[in-house]
């Protein structure tokens, strides 16, 4: 069953086929709110409450847009009025990722390496969540999820020129931002 399939089933209330969509897009509905909230537990919530509005939204679902357009729209905008509502500063949690070490020689070596990352990992965070909402959205949208400008410009409601200048002002807030903390750590640019 191609995906216009699962859509027109779903509209007529198969859950089965409904069961498919959700399958197909979770990861990346839940990569979308994560990448604007960097809670994976909020992420997950919000993940869930996007499918469940996506149920009741999808009759009037017409298809002038792609699917999966009008579905990063809804999480997109669901996160926001998250955001919004909270009117709290996120907080960057941390979650460190450990490799197989068993094919290094040296594990002081190889932790103080995954240190470094996970310190650079944490800044590049922290300094993503100080970027205003519009420019966090537009870097996750292009640079996380690989988005072409067509489809940012139809979830985000603007023309793809405006995607194109908040995406290159987004890149150099990030870097002038996060050049402090390379130069600190005797790193490039």
Not at 21 to 30: A, G, I, S
Not at 83 to 98: D, H, N
Not at 100 to 125: G, T
Not at 161 to 179: C, E, N, P, W, Y
Request: charge should be positive; aromatic fraction near 8%.
């Amino acid at each position: 069953m191609d995906e216009k399939d699962l859509i027109q089933k779903s509209q007529e209330g198969n859950e089965e086929a409904y069961g498919i969509l959700v399958e197909t897009y979770k990861t990346k509905v839940f990569h979308m709110a994560y990448s604007l909230t960097l809670n994976r537990e909020v992420a997950d919530d919000l993940a869930q409450e996007v499918f469940i509005k996506v149920f009741y939204a999808l009759p009037r679902f017409k298809g002038k847009a792609a699917f999966s357009t009008w579905l990063h729209q809804i999480t997109v905008n669901h996160t926001r009025d998250y955001l919004r509502k909270s009117s709290r500063m996120r907080q960057v949690p941390f979650e460190e990722t450990k490799g197989d070490l068993s094919i290094h020689k040296d594990e002081a070596e190889e932790r103080e390496r995954e240190e470094e990352l996970a310190q650079r990992k944490k800044i590049v965070h922290e300094v993503i969540a100080a970027l205003p909402e519009k420019y966090r959205i537009i870097l996750s949208l292009r640079d996380i999820q690989g988005l072409p400008y067509e489809e940012i410009s139809c979830v985000l409601s603007i023309s793809p020129g405006t995607v194109d200048s908040r995406l290159h002002r987004a890149r150099k807030m990030l870097k002038k931002k996060i050049t402090p903390f390379l130069e600190k750590e005797g790193g490039r640019q």
